[in-house]
């Protein structure tokens, strides 16, 4: 891989994968695997290379061994944070220092902190990026780890460098060199003096700053990814460009523009999304068998226990009869009475299992997926790179959002309005800005900690835009809000659409908000149940007389969390 011999790599970790797969050693084969996406993401093949690493992190968790999950998942945030996805990318950083914490391993305790500092420094909070870093550098010296210490320097030049203290940046990108050549570790090395490089150029010191940018190239040539010289070449060019050479600031520009249209990261996004929801969609699917193999086994285990019951009656002798028949009768009482509330207690589970599932379709409704898949590719094929990694990294959040939270009892009041101003900003991006959106809240629902079902206002908001056509009405807008009313929470949904009589003529839109009727009916309901409560839900029209726009009022029993994690 690292001489660049690419059909040798694959060759060689393909025949790895195999002798792996024979041995069933899961640790092993999970290693092979990750091997084999560590060689696509060095080829630039940053899809290929998340779902092998995804596989890998399969394997791992079936076993259980905390010290791959902590490598796999920092890998995994690498592969998002390339594809600027910073928020997924600081979620599986977080994971991997998770775990290495839970073990005491300070290597890699370390490392997760410095790609932490590396997504901070890519969202220009500079003070929290440098407190990672020297974290981790205190963890690596301890260690002697001369390679982390290296990339820890290096970005700790690179944070600096963004502030302009370049003094303080060539001081660190010399010490990452120093670490860097103990190991002689080339391909660092030449990030590292593209690094030096672009500081001479933004210090005007031309001469010097080709020098480096060259020395790079050259490292690069023989050793390393060489996707990774395109960058440097986009540099030269500009250093061309400000010393006037027009001609060779062409040259180097047609380089590094050959390396650009042969791209194709962000076509690989969309993908690389739709793996990651694939991949938390078969852990739900797993987890869902886990449970049916447990109630079949609990369901063999009672047969069991009867089969005994009735031998044990057999062997009992004649005068022992009476008691031994009261005994069976208290017995039976006890497991008839138990069988009772076990059932009931499956079927209530199965009823809000059901009803969760049906609130999941709700909310990922296939028409808005496709609907913003769309609007995806309409910005890619308009070269809107800006706008589409914008919209891709909402929409991915978003979709976390609702996956993350909707088996949830119950979550806090902010990550439901986060839920529903991703939601609603998106669809008035995707309508073009045709309706305007505001979501309150009572500054006391914060300070309590207050909670809520998770995504109960979300089908009546979805109700809003997409039957009561919300964007086709002059100066259309939506307003939610929170408030609390003695021991309730008061949450109202208003529109100016165009009403319920209008979209009731739609037998598809009538059916769809009948559902979310049901649905939301229903969970009301079992909260009354549960708090001896009096909530309730109440749907009229916002313009009485004109009979258009809606009004829905969802009153719920006021719960807080006592123990806030924040």
């Not at 060199?177 to 002689?184: F, I, K, P, Q, R």
């Not at 030269?236 to 990261?265: F, G, H, P, R």
């Not at 835009?465 to 609390?484: A, R, Y």
Request: hydrophobic share 35%; glycine share 4%; no cysteine.
């Amino acid at each position: 891989m690292y001489a660049n011999e690419k059909d040798s790599a694959l060759f060689y970790v393909d025949k790895s994968i195999q002798t792996a797969r024979n041995s069933k050693d899961k640790v092993t084969l999970a290693g092979a695997f990750n091997t084999q996406a560590r060689i696509y993401d060095f080829f630039g093949q940053i899809e290929v290379s998340v779902a092998k690493n995804l596989i890998s992190l399969q394997l791992i968790q079936e076993v259980h061994n905390v010290l791959l999950l902590a490598q796999y998942t920092r890998e995994l945030g690498q592969d998002q944070q390339l594809i600027l996805n910073l928020n997924d990318a600081e979620y599986y950083y977080n994971q991997s220092l998770k775990y290495a914490r839970s073990i005491h391993d300070l290597r890699q305790v370390a490392l997760a902190q410095t790609q932490l500092a590396s997504v901070q420094l890519d969202r220009k909070d500079y003070q929290k990026a440098i407190k990672n870093a020297n974290s981790a550098i205190v963890h690596l010296t301890e260690l002697n780890d001369y390679n982390g210490l290296g990339r820890t320097y290096n970005i700790l030049g690179k944070i600096y460098k963004a502030q302009k203290k370049y003094n303080k940046a060539s001081s660190n990108f010399n010490q990452a060199l120093v670490y860097y050549e103990s190991t002689s570790n080339k391909e660092e090395i030449a990030g590292v003096y593209h690094n030096v490089g672009t500081i001479f150029k933004e210090q005007k010191k031309y001469k010097k700053a080709l020098e480096y940018l060259n020395r790079s190239i050259e490292i690069r040539k023989d050793y390393g990814a060489k996707n990774q010289i395109y960058h440097t070449y986009r540099v030269i060019s500009n250093v061309y460009k400000e010393i006037n050479d027009k001609n060779k600031s062409l040259e180097y520009l047609e380089l590094y523009l050959n390396y650009v249209d042969s791209n194709t990261i962000l076509q690989s996004a969309t993908k690389i999304a739709e793996l990651s929801e694939s991949y938390r969609s078969e852990q739900r699917d797993r987890l869902i068998q886990a449970q049916a193999d447990s109630l079949e086994r609990q369901q063999q285990e009672k047969l069991i226990t009867s089969t005994k019951l009735e031998n044990s009656q057999l062997r009992n002798n004649f005068q022992m009869y009476i008691i031994v028949a009261i005994l069976i009768i208290i017995v039976l009482g006890g497991v008839i009475l138990f069988y009772r509330w076990n059932q009931t207690k499956i079927k209530q589970q199965q009823k809000e299992a059901e009803m969760s599932q049906t609130l999941l379709r709700t909310q990922m409704n296939p028409h808005f997926v496709f609907n913003a898949m769309s609007v995806i590719q309409s910005y890619i094929y308009d070269n809107d790179t800006v706008n589409s990694s914008k919209f891709l990294v909402n929409f991915s959040r978003l979709m976390r959002l609702i996956l993350e939270n909707s088996p949830k009892k119950a979550i806090h009041i902010e990550t439901e309005m986060e839920i529903l101003e991703k939601y609603l900003g998106m669809q008035k991006l995707r309508f073009e800005d045709r309706f305007d959106f505001e979501i309150t809240a009572d500054e006391q629902l914060y300070n309590e900690h207050a909670v809520i079902p998770p995504m109960i206002t979300q089908p009546f908001i979805e109700n809003a835009i997409e039957h009561g056509q919300l964007h086709t009405v002059k100066s259309g807008f939506i307003h939610v809000n929170f408030k609390k009313e003695g021991e309730m929470l008061k949450i109202s949904i208003i529109d100016n659409g165009i009403g319920r009589k209008s979209s009731s003529k739609n037998k598809k839109s009538s059916a769809h908000k009948s559902m979310a009727m049901d649905i939301t009916s229903q969970r009301i309901e079992n909260l009354n149940r549960k708090y001896n409560s009096e909530g309730e839900l109440i749907v009229e029209d916002y313009n009485k007389e004109l009979e258009t726009g809606t009004i829905v009022l969802i009153s719920l029993p006021y719960r807080v969390d006592n123990n806030p994690t924040d």
